[in-house]
């Protein structure tokens, strides 16, 4: 019989810990979920604050950018058009890029993921 109330104690003790093990490994990704939700929010003011002051700075700098070029090109239109047309350029610069801004993208939320 006391085979059988040992294994049985064996047993207990391995359930008991099963159970604390499943209950602070679920606190473990709790937390780590919430750091993660945390970061991503973090990174996302940020970036909204940043990118809209940026937007506003590059607002003031077209407008200044054609009002020299009209006056450069004796007319108000085509300094708008020539500065419009390096915005398309632009465009298709990154357009052509972004394969590589999504891998350099990607590689960095990895780590911060991943870390």
Same mark, same amino acid.
């Given at each position: ?25 679920? #606190? /473990? /990704? ?18 909204? !604050?940043?990118? @809209? ?16 070029? @009209? ?7 085509? @300094?708008?058009?020539?500065? @419009?047309?390096?915005?398309?350029l632009l465009c298709l610069l990154v357009y052509v890029k972004i394969a590589y801004i999504e891998k350099v993208? !990607? #590689? ?8």
């Amino acid at each position: 019989m006391s085979i059988l109330n040992s294994i049985d104690k064996t047993v207990n003790e391995a359930t008991e810990t099963g159970k604390q093990y499943i209950e602070v490994s679920k #606190k /473990y /990704y709790k937390l780590k979920v919430f750091q993660q939700l945390a970061t991503l929010s973090s990174y996302v003011v940020k970036t909204v !604050i940043f990118g @809209g002051l940026l937007l506003l700075a590059f607002l003031f700098m077209s407008i200044a950018a054609a009002i020299a070029l @009209g006056d450069l090109f004796n007319s108000m239109p085509l @300094g708008y058009l020539a500065v @419009g047309f390096i915005f398309i350029l632009l465009c298709l610069l990154v357009y052509v890029k972004i394969a590589y801004i999504e891998k350099v993208l !990607i #590689k960095n939320i990895s780590k911060t993921y991943f870390d």
